[in-house]
């Protein structure tokens, strides 16, 4: 039981790291991160609008996996949200490649706080 508490901290540790560094590093070098972005939603809205909302949003997804306040939920949430990234830059997968180790470890967040 204690290795398994130990697990989901070093998970929820490096799953929330990941998402704090985007969204901080997004909101001071926006021009270095909107070409994640499809261009479709890019034509649909404002590049910075969709920017900084996704960023805001990571950042709460930080601190929610920070708090560890019903981890399922918020593995799950980051589980999607990195197949989303994933799947939308495809292209470029020599640089989102590291997103699917992130994924599995979300997913391993959400099997082991599952009660």
Known sequence: ?????????????????????????????????IGFFPEFLRNIFPAKLLLYTHSIAELIL?????????????????????????????????IVFRDIAIFFAALALAVLSRK
Do not use: C, H
């Open 1 to 33: 039981m204690q290795n398994e508490k130990l697990a989901i901290l070093f998970l929820r540790v490096g799953i929330a790291t990941v998402f704090l560094y985007a969204s901080v590093a997004a909101m001071l070098d926006p021009n270095s991160w």
């Open 62 to 94: 930080a601190l929610w996996i920070f708090s560890g306040w019903k981890m399922f939920y918020a593995g799950l949430l980051s589980a999607g949200a990195l197949l989303t990234i994933i799947i939308a830059n495809i292209t470029l997968f020599d």
